[in-house]
């Protein structure tokens, strides 16, 4: 079975200095359909202008995944770390107990385009922890594990049995991936156009999945498409 989330029909909220879209229920927007899936809890499709940023505020308890689509995101967090952020980069933090941090368009002028996910953790009062890896220079035409319980592959290791994947490709790859039994998937098409077995997807569309044991993926276009593998 396969649900489509077109991205014209996710939430949205313009603060001048924030564009975003919001696949489930966030801030002011309330959808009670769409208040995640399975553990994916927050998808954010977020434009920072110049200048433009989140003052320092507090976490807890949420796995927090950002990757950088265009610009530089300049991150502080009160576990001491300091790092701006480029394009095809992946920045993770626990927030476990607690963390605090901010984030700011590195530019002042430039806009940043970046996701925020947020995954529910498998347990509470995890210790907080931080971490970052670069697909800026990924090969395309196949999957990059990103993040993964287990930390296999030279993911990330984090606080939930989930996988999460990127694929770069160019207009004609095909990327295959297999969902185990009892797993689910959700495809968020980043960047380009693509089909998804059969269906058309272009970019902020996303797909959840549930009982689809192949997912296929052909790029239309030069796309950039995160799956996540969830249990």
Not at 29 to 49: K, S
Not at 196 to 222: F, H, I, M, Q, W
């Amino acid at each position: 079975m396969m649900t489509i989330r077109k991205s014209e029909d996710r939430g949205y909220a313009n603060h001048g200095w924030l564009n975003a879209r919001h696949s489930f229920s966030f801030a002011g927007y309330h959808d009670p359909a769409w208040m995640g899936f399975r553990t994916l809890r927050v998808l954010n499709d977020d434009i920072i202008a110049g200048g433009g940023g989140f003052g320092t505020h507090p976490h807890r308890d949420m796995e927090i995944i950002t990757y950088i689509l265009s610009g530089a995101l300049e991150h502080r967090d009160s576990m001491g770390n300091g790092r701006v952020i480029r394009p095809g980069e992946v920045q993770y933090m626990a927030a476990g107990t607690g963390v605090q941090h901010s984030e700011f368009n590195h530019s002042p002028t430039e806009p940043a385009h970046l996701l925020q996910i947020w995954i529910v953790p498998d347990r509470k009062n995890a210790k907080p922890a931080y971490a970052e890896r670069s697909f800026a220079k990924a090969s395309t035409g196949r999957w990059h594990l990103v993040a993964s319980k287990t930390g296999r592959e030279q993911s990330i290791g984090i606080n939930q049995d989930a996988d999460v994947y990127l694929a770069k490709l160019e207009a004609g790859d095909s990327v295959k991936h297999q969902l185990a039994s009892g797993r689910h998937g959700w495809v968020q098409v980043a960047e380009g156009e693509i089909t998804l077995n059969g269906e058309n997807l272009k970019a902020g569309d996303a797909a959840a999945l549930s009982e689809t044991p192949e997912l296929t993926v052909k790029a239309r276009s030069a796309a950039q498409v995160l799956l996540f593998d969830l249990n």
